[in-house]
């Protein structure tokens, strides 16, 4: 289906039905994989962001889920012109379009998760700064070249590589927008094309 860019919402739920929902997530991918994740999504407006967590709560609170649930959506425009979020795929647990969370967010999914299912108070979803998350598909880039540019933080997964296989990702946080993308630049130039 057409659609303008693919989103993410990264939604947690804990024992007690606390809800807690981290900003929507703008996903690139290639050849079927995802290799970018930008957190907060680019132009985000606010009512996108509540249809997304009234979607997700919906699905939370159906299913009594507890723990992390990523809701993955297609943004379309409505005959209004108004975006509109079509469901694509749901995933129960922490998902990879959410990684950047671990230095990105005050909380990381992950921490979450844990919390939800522990049945203790969920952390803090809030993103103080620009983060993006890229993944390493099929090869390991120089490790000191990468920490050698500040706000990189490289997760690397123990796998040998291959052709197509997830390997790691490098996570960025940068003060701004634009300092994000200059960065994203640098770490693409690292990696074979």
Sequence with gaps: MPF?????????????GEVAFYPLIENH???GILRLSLAP????????????????????ARLSYVGVLAIEFFQVSGD??????????MAPRVHNSGHWSIEGAITSQFENHVRAVAGYPLGSTSVPRP?????????????????????????????SPRPGRKVGHINMIS???????AVLDRLRSLLPS
């Design 4 to 16: 303008e860019r693919e989103l993410s919402i990264i939604a947690v739920r804990s024992q007690s």
């Design 29 to 31: 991918h290639s050849g």
């Design 41 to 60: 999504a680019p132009n985000l407006r606010e009512s996108l962001q509540q249809l997304a967590e009234r979607h997700a709560a919906a699905v939370l």
């Design 80 to 89: 209004d012109g108004a975006p509109m979020l079509m469901a694509n795929e």
């Design 131 to 159: 983060a993006a998350m890229l993944n390493l598909i099929g090869s390991i880039p120089d490790h000191a070249r990468v920490l050698a540019i500040p706000g990189a933080h490289l997760h690397l997964y123990g796998k």
């Design 175 to 181: 003060e701004t927008s634009d300092e994000l993308h």
